[in-house]
C-alpha cells in the first residue's frame, strides 16, 4: 500500500526544512528520505490506512515495537535500525509540532544497543608507505603526484576526501593554512604542513591540463573532477602491495591523522577543531583507541598481562 500524499508531502517538507535551515549535506538528505520513506510505508500497511496523516498521530509503542522487529527481521543491523529510529524521530518533532499532536510514543522509543565500532588508523609506517606506495604505482607520473597529494592532505591535514576533492585551483598555491567548508556548511581553519604544500605543487606543476580559478584542484585522467572512488581504487592496490588490511581507506587515513596527534600529545579540543567535529563525543572515539593500543601493549609487555598468564 502506497502512503498518502498528505504523507509525502509531510515527509519533503520536513527534508526542505533540515536542508535549508539545519545545512544538512545532501547525501544525508537522501539517508533521511530512504529511513523515514520506509517507516511511514510500514505504518500505512500495519494500519491498512492510507488517508491523510492520521496514521502517523495514532502510533502507538506496540506499533513502533512491531516496526522495529519487522526492520530487525529483514536483516537491518541494530546500528541502522538505531540511525533509522533517530530519523524518524527528528520527523516526528517536526510534524508533531507542525501538526499539533502528541509524538512521546514515538519519542520514547528506546535505541537499539550496538557496540560502537572504533576508528581503525593505520600505523605510522604504515601511513607513510601507503602515500610513498600510491607514489609509484600509477602509469603516468602526474597521476601518482595527484594520489600522494590527495593522500597526503587527509593523513596531513585530516580532511575528508570530500573536503580535499573539493579544492579548487583558486586554493593553490596552497597557503599556510586553509579555510574548509565541511558537514553542513561548518567552516574551519586547518593548518597545511609543509609536505602537503609540496605534494600540492609537485602534482600541479605535472598534470596537463589548463586551470581557471574555478576548476577543481584535483583533476581525472580526462580532465574531469577527480572522484573519491579514484582514490579509494589506488589505495586498494597499494593496501595489496603492502598487505594492509580492507580498513586502510581514504578516511583511514583521516582517522590516522587523528590518532596520531593524540599519542603525540595533542589535545582533545584541538583536534575536535581541526577534524570539523561539531561534538567533542564524536572526537573521543580516538581516546578509546589510544587507549586500546595502550592496553594491547600492556597485555604483550607487562608480567600481568594476559599474553603472560
Not at 515495537?65 to 520527523?91: N, P
Not at 575536535?272 to 567535529?277: D, I, T, V
Request: charged share 25%; with cysteine.
Amino acid at each position: 500500500m502506497l502512503i498518502s500524499p498528505a504523507c509525502r508531502d509531510a515527509l519533503e517538507g520536513w527534508l526542505i526544512h533540515r536542508k535549508s535551515l539545519d545545512g544538512v549535506a545532501a547525501n544525508t538528505i537522501e539517508a533521511y528520505r530512504s529511513d523515514v520513506l520506509g517507516f511511514l510505508n510500514f505504518i500505512t500497511a500495519h494500519f491498512g490506512d492510507s488517508t491523510g496523516l492520521k496514521p502517523l498521530a495514532r502510533v502507538k509503542p506496540t506499533d513502533m515495537r512491531a516496526w522495529m522487529a519487522h526492520e530487525r527481521k529483514r536483516g537491518v543491523a541494530a546500528r541502522s535500525l538505531a540511525r533509522e529510529l533517530s530519523s524518524v524521530k527528528s520527523f516526528y518533532r517536526w510534524l508533531a509540532e507542525r501538526e499539533g499532536f502528541e509524538p512521546t510514543a514515538v519519542l520514547a522509543t528506546r535505541s537499539p544497543k550496538f557496540q560502537k565500532k572504533l576508528p581503525r588508523p593505520l600505523a605510522v609506517d604504515a601511513a607513510r608507505a601507503m602515500i610513498d606506495t600510491v607514489d609509484t604505482q600509477a602509469n603516468k607520473d602526474w597521476i601518482a603526484a595527484r594520489d600522494a597529494a590527495v593522500l597526503t592532505l587527509l593523513y596531513g591535514c585530516g580532511l575528508r576526501i570530500s573536503e580535499a576533492l573539493g579544492l579548487t585551483f583558486a586554493d593553490a598555491p596552497l597557503p599556510d593554512v586553509i579555510r574548509i567548508i565541511g558537514k553542513g556548511g561548518k567552516e574551519r581553519v586547518v593548518p597545511v604542513i609543509a609536505p602537503a604544500r609540496v605534494a600540492v605543487d609537485r602534482y600541479l606543476a605535472a598534470q596537463p591540463f589548463p586551470m581557471q580559478p574555478g576548476d577543481p584542484l584535483f583533476r581525472g585522467v580526462r580532465g574531469g573532477a577527480l572522484s573519491p572512488r579514484q582514490i579509494a581504487k589506488a589505495m586498494e592496490s597499494a593496501r595489496m602491495q603492502l598487505g594492509l588490511p580492507a580498513t586502510a581507506t581514504p578516511h583511514a587515513m583521516r582517522h590516522s591523522f587523528a590518532t596520531h596527534l593524540l599519542e603525540a600529545g595533542g589535545d582533545l579540543r584541538a583536534i575536535q577543531e581541526l577534524l570539523g567535529h561539531a561534538s567533542l563525543s564524536t572526537t573521543q572515539a580516538y581516546t578509546a583507541v589510544d587507549t586500546a593500543r595502550l592496553m594491547e601493549v600492556y597485555d604483550n609487555a607487562h608480567p600481568k598481562g594476559r599474553k603472560h598468564g
